[in-house]
């Protein structure tokens, strides 16, 4: 009996996917809750997982192909079948039918039934080049596994590189291209989804929008000598979350969009949304592209459960394992620049959100402070705003009220 593999059932908001990578092949052993297909959509890439032990049979839509929402991908034999030995590849069922002896030798030394015998000049060959006995067809007497038979396997392995490996492969070929040195060469490789989802949306957001962007720096100092202090207390006292300084602009950016609901609002059509609650989104980059996930209900949240939230949806950004649920809504942005070494730049609006704030490295610069010039550790901040809701008095507003409480902690905790 053959289970029918799946595509997940999408949510409305995603039509289709795309067949990613298959990390089994026809014949592979599997087990049950294993990896078998990648489904990669506009927002993130979901997993077909195996719903029992068996044997990998065919595959109906290859790499690349585009799926609809639970459509047939590929068949998995029956496990208990598969267990049994009934529904076994037909070149070990051949295997065992042609060398009935070379089976019972090794049933008799308590070795794995399905592994054929080697000679000692060939298991060590095949060790040293990790070579699985399973994975060579022995053409000596009762099916017995030569030392020739290792070296065509060896050269097999060198010409045709494994299926998992030209999947590994694959984020990193899409995201950099390695060409010779001194040659005009091209090479096309396919845009992801997730990527051409992300430059359709900024294209929209800025054909879309009244876009502008107001500037200013904060003395990152005060904050900078907070974190040294307490550091690593913190991280001994919130199990090793570490103190960053996400968390100090997420709570900063909370409390100014209390003073200014119009910043944390959106406009559906000729409609304008006030959302009581602050879902703050994120921007992190993946090996496929720029995701946002989402802290939601950040006004409530501590320090440390920010920095937790921010560290674990970095992790899984880099894991693919972000889900749907924790990309979608956020009323409002937050694009570190920084850690890459950009110095001032002009975010993007995540629509249908109206605002997006942009950190940038921390410089050192010579300041002019009570008459004197001090070095101070300054950092720019960039606020990109929809000014069809937006006025530029509130968004500068806006952003002075941030600077100032980042350069005075103390008024973070005293919400003034």
């Keep these: 009996m053959a289970i029918e593999l799946k595509a997940p059932t999408f949510p409305e908001s ?33 997993e077909v997982l195996a719903e029992a032990d068996g044997v990998m049979g065919d595959i109906i839509k290859n790499e690349g192909d585009t799926v609809l929402s639970g459509e047939v991908l590929g068949t998995l034999k029956d496990g208990e079948k598969a267990a049994a030995g009934g529904d ?8 065992e039918e042609a060398a009935p002896a ?12 399905e592994e054929p015998l080697l000679s000692p000049a060939a298991r060590k060959l095949a060790e040293e080049n990790s070579i699985a006995p399973t994975s ?16 065509n396997a060896i ?23 390695q060409l010779g040195e001194g040659d005009r060469q091209e090479k096309r490789v396919p845009m992801t989804r997730l990527r051409a989802r992300v430059a359709q949306r900024l294209v929209e957001a800025q054909s879309s929008m009244a876009m502008l962007t107001t500037y200013n720096e904060v003395n990152m100092k005060p904050i900078m000598d907070l974190r040294g202090k ?14 960053g300084f996400m968390s100090f602009f997420v709570k900063a950016v909370t409390e100014a969009l209390k003073r200014f609901p119009g910043v944390n609002a959106s406009i559906d059509g000729s409609d304008i949304v006030y959302h009581g609650y602050m879902d703050i989104g994120v921007a992190v980059s993946s090996p496929r592209g720029l995701v946002v996930p989402v802290l939601r209900n950040a006004e409530f949240m501590s320090l440390a459960q920010i920095e937790g939230g921010v560290a674990d949806y970095g992790r899984k950004a880099r894991d693919g394992k972000l889900s749907i649920e924790e990309m979608t809504g956020g009323t409002f942005t937050i694009s570190n620049g920084g850690v890459f070494g950009s110095l001032l730049s002009s975010p993007i609006v995540n629509p249908p959100q109206t605002a997006i704030l942009g950190m940038h490295k921390i410089q050192e610069r010579p300041m ?3 008459g004197e010039v001090v070095i101070l550790p300054m950092m720019y901040l960039a606020l990109s705003y929809d000014h069809r809701l937006i006025d530029g008095k ?18 973070l905790l005293l919400e003034v």
Excluded: C
């Design 368 to 370: 002019a402070v009570n």
């Design 136 to 151: 060579i067809t022995g053409t000596g007497k009762d099916g017995r596994v030569t030392k020739e038979d290792v070296v």
């Design 14 to 46: 995603i039509a289709d996917g795309t067949v990613a990578t298959w990390h089994k092949q026809p014949g592979d052993a599997v087990k049950r809750d294993e990896l078998i297909v990648d489904i990669e959509t506009d927002k993130v890439v979901m």
């Design 88 to 95: 076994k590849p037909a070149k070990e069922s051949a295997k």
């Design 102 to 113: 070379a089976k019972t030798e090794q049933d008799a030394a308590g070795d794995d039934a």
């Design 230 to 243: 307490y550091k690593e207390l913190f991280e001994k006292k919130h199990d090793g979350v570490r103190l």
């Design 394 to 411: 509130e968004a500068v507003s806006f952003l002075v009220v941030i600077k100032d409480l980042l350069e005075d902690p103390a008024r």
């Design 155 to 177: 050269e097999a392995k060198k010409n045709a590189p494994k299926a998992e490996d030209k999947a590994a492969a694959k984020p990193a070929q899409a995201e950099s291209v």
